[in-house]
């Protein structure tokens, strides 16, 4: 099976929605991958403590640098303008990514885009550009990962050429249905053919640190018990049988 032809299962989608990124970028670096953290984006809104990861699949838009004899406000008129096709046909539960070339400058979105995106099921946007009306969009309850806010609109910089194509969003490459994962810290990318294992794994050295943490609480040294020597292991074992009686 192809990378294009991998289903997520929701259970897996729901394991990535707990998990954070840091533990996801240290799974992805044991299999070699070491280039899935985007840079220069954060939350617009901070993720309340708790709250689960933004996870979806990712439906891409790809910008390049505008031309002001071609990117004026009449294009808008188009209805299959490439921005405005991107919100009506990005599909419910997928994580809208913007490719700005890391351009802050000028907005990716604006408030009324974000809320269709939101009516029509989408999960969230991720953009390594800025957006505008950003106090709105804080309170339209859509996740959006961005490089900040920003009021000139799209066209003072960026020209939508295509949708759902391979980008690059934050230094990092993003294949259309590759899971996009974003907490308080920012956004991972997982290959969607890795995703069920990371997940799997991910979940699994999560449980495995709440041990560890509990054992430096109580004043064990890092020596032996992070990384876990086989006694920790064990008794960490012991530990996880206790908890399901």
Request: hydrophobic share 40%; glycine share 8%.
């Amino acid at each position: 099976m192809t990378a294009s032809e991998t289903t997520v299962s929701a259970e897996t989608l729901e394991q990535l929605r707990h998990v954070s990124t840091a533990t996801l970028t240290t799974q992805l670096f044991k299999r070699g991958l070491r280039n899935v953290f985007l840079q220069g984006v954060a939350p617009l809104v901070k993720p309340a403590p708790g709250a689960p990861n933004l996870v979806g699949p990712a439906f891409t838009l790809r910008n390049i640098p505008a031309r002001e004899d071609l990117d004026h406000v009449g294009v808008f008129q188009d209805p299959d303008h490439p921005q405005r096709k991107a919100v009506e046909t990005a599909p419910p539960g997928s994580v809208l990514v913007q490719d700005c070339r890391g351009d802050r400058t000028v907005a990716s979105t604006g408030s009324i885009l974000t809320l269709r995106l939101a009516k029509r099921g989408v999960a969230g946007m991720v953009s390594d550009g800025a957006v505008r009306d950003s106090g709105t969009i804080s309170e339209l309850g859509l996740p959006i990962w961005c490089a900040g806010a920003s009021a000139p609109l799209n066209l003072a910089k960026h020209h939508a050429v295509d949708m759902n194509v391979p980008i690059a969003c934050g230094g990092v490459a993003v294949y259309p249905g590759d899971i996009v994962v974003a907490d308080v810290d920012g956004v991972v990318i997982v290959p969607r053919e890795m995703a069920e294992e990371v997940a799997r794994d991910a979940t699994e050295q999560e449980q495995l640190e709440v041990f560890i943490q509990q054992r430096v609480a109580e004043g064990s040294p890092l020596r032996g018990t992070y990384p876990p020597n086989e006694e920790t292991l064990a008794a960490y074992k012991a530990w996880r049988e206790a908890q399901k009686q």
